[in-house]
């Protein structure tokens, strides 16, 4: 089972990014996935997650109105579209996967895990 990100990179405040998370090893269309982020000295903090299917996307805080979630069942992989970005959005981004219920926002909600991909936002 394994969950990997790309994407993330250094970007001007104001720039976009398209973080990919590319995963194998199980029934990709059985999961919720979801992404967060993890910036020097705070918690893991919830961003989106999108359903099995990709009606019903949830958003909470940070993302609302300038993230994008979004998934391609062929391809098994999900991705998070960010724009407007500020130099707060600077952190380790991650997406995680899970059999949970929609909305689903803790990180111990999810069992699978990627390794994270590097944002910084800096001029």
């Known amino acids: 089972v394994q969950l990997v990100e790309s994407g993330g990179g250094l970007v001007q405040p104001g720039g976009s990014l398209r973080l990919s998370c590319a995963t194998s090893g199980f029934t990709f269309d059985d999961y919720a996935v979801a992404w967060f982020r993890r910036s020097p000295g705070k918690d893991r903090e919830f961003l989106a997650q999108i359903t099995r299917f990709g009606t019903k996307p949830y958003y909470r805080g940070s993302a609302k109105g300038r993230f994008t979630i979004s998934r391609d069942n062929r391809k098994s992989t999900v991705f998070l579209h960010m724009s407007g970005l500020k130099r707060e959005d600077t952190a380790v981004y991650y997406c995680?996967?899970?059999?949970?219920?929609?909305?689903?926002?803790?990180?111990?909600?999810?069992?699978?895990w990627g390794q994270g991909t590097q944002v910084t936002v800096t001029s």
């Open positions: 995680a996967a899970a059999i949970a219920p929609d909305g689903a926002d803790y990180p111990n909600e999810y069992d699978v």
